[in-house]
């Protein structure tokens, strides 16, 4: 009996191995979540699953399109996380707002410190700020020329000489019916948001440096600095 050519050419075949599962993307958490925003007070932001973003409104949205397109390029989660750290440690943004008592409720900074009603995040932490549109026009103005600058209006009734400053030539400014204004419950926000620049050829530079980097022997994230920022407590105010 003569097998047919067929069968005889299917047993010849190599068995097909199963595709590797796709790495699961990074959770992101929002800055203004309850929980987080707990967390951050007590100086334990960081802890548990997911990254815990403390950009909130323009800034985690620019944060969240970044871990997207590195998912994308083949990026592990642990991998994105220190991205995002080291970005978000580097990044300045400014937030506007008719209320002091809604950035404070927000977390973004502590009681006790008069009615400003801007809200800055520099160096790894937020902290209160003068309300100077010409200091804003400045920054929007040094920033466009050597980083990813962009601007954010929510609501309405935003006065037009704020939201003239962060809308200097080059920047990117966004207009948004709800936005962070809804978030916070205000009428309306003003956001600025100077970050590092990233070219591919910078982002694949970091990534060898991400992958060759010790981790942390807690959470297991890359450390581009001597201590983790992630799980440190009070290391991500």
């Not at 970044?66 to 970005?87: I, K």
């Not at 409720?105 to 006790?112: D, E, Q």
């Not at 966004?174 to 003003?190: E, H, I, K, Q, Y």
């Amino acid at each position: 009996m003569t097998a047919d050519p067929v069968d005889v050419l299917r047993l010849l075949e190599a068995p097909t191995r199963p595709e590797p599962p796709a790495a699961r993307p990074l959770r992101l958490i929002s800055a203004l979540a309850t929980h987080g925003r707990v967390a951050r007070a007590e100086g334990l932001a960081g802890v548990g699953a997911g990254y815990e973003l403390r950009l909130p409104g323009i800034g985690g949205r620019y944060l969240a399109g970044l871990a997207g397109h590195a998912h994308e390029q083949g990026w592990r989660a642990a991998e994105v996380a220190a991205l995002l750290d080291a970005v978000e440690g580097r990044a300045s943004m400014w937030i506007v707002s008719p209320s002091a008592a809604a950035l404070r409720r927000a977390g973004l900074f502590g009681s006790g410190v008069g009615r400003k009603a801007c809200a800055r995040w520099s160096a790894g932490c937020w902290r209160p700020a003068p309300v100077d549109p010409d200091a804003l026009a400045r920054v929007a103005a040094a920033g466009r020329a050597r980083a990813v600058c962009a601007g954010a209006v929510s609501g309405a009734g935003a006065p037009r000489r704020i939201v003239e400053a962060v809308g200097a030539d080059g920047v990117q400014l966004g207009w948004l019916d709800g936005g962070l204004a809804v978030s916070l419950r205000v009428p309306w926000t003003v956001e600025l948001l100077v970050a590092p620049a990233l070219p591919g050829g910078s982002l694949m530079a970091l990534r060898e440096r991400i992958a060759s980097a010790p981790r942390c022997s807690w959470c297991g994230v890359p450390m581009l600095g001597p201590d983790c920022r992630r799980c440190l407590p009070g290391a991500r105010t």
